[in-house]
């Protein structure tokens, strides 16, 4: 955050968030998968300036990025995601749908809640948290909206490596209904393996 000390750390962060929903990572659409492979790479630049190691992992179609960082204490595993589902003003949207605009105090732009902010909150938390003796490894992909293609079979050949000894997991792939955040705490068919 030290270039944020200067503009306050809201505005750099709400900067940043208007940056990535500007980028039009729309997954399903094969034109547009050089925008799923822009928004990863700035996913991957944001977690190396905050000190983390990046990892692209080809899976097939696209790149997954990995962050390992502080390797002490438990293992947190984090999941999300940075592609988008389509969006075009024909489809109801009030504003361009690739620009982050406020409105009465709400924010409207592709991708803002579902799953870039979120993307970003957590690297903003894992940045001021540092100091923290927690392991941390992301999962960041860029195939979530069209099935997350390849992500199953990454899994399993990294089982006994990037994802072995895994204490907690969070996945924050979740919406906000109303002002109040959702918070999923079990899914239906998971299981301890």
Known sequence: ???????????????????????????????????????????????????????????????????????????????????????????????????LTKIKGNLYGRGATDNKGPVLAWLHAVESYQEIPVNIKLIIEGLEEVGSHGLLELTRKRNDSFFADVDFIVIFDNVWATRTPALTYGNRGSRCM
């Open 1 to 99: 955050y030290s270039e944020c000390w200067s503009v306050g750390l809201l505005q750099c962060s709400l900067h940043r968030l208007k940056e990535w929903v500007a980028v039009q990572s729309d997954s399903g659409d094969h034109t547009k998968w050089g925008e799923v492979e822009r928004i990863l790479n700035m996913t991957a630049v944001r977690i190396q300036e905050m000190g983390g190691t990046v990892e692209f992992a080809d899976v097939g179609t696209h790149q997954v990025v990995y962050h390992i960082s502080c390797p002490v204490g438990k293992l947190l595993y984090i999941y999300g995601h940075v592609d988008v589902q389509p969006a075009k003003m024909a489809d109801g949207w009030t504003t361009d749908p690739f620009n």
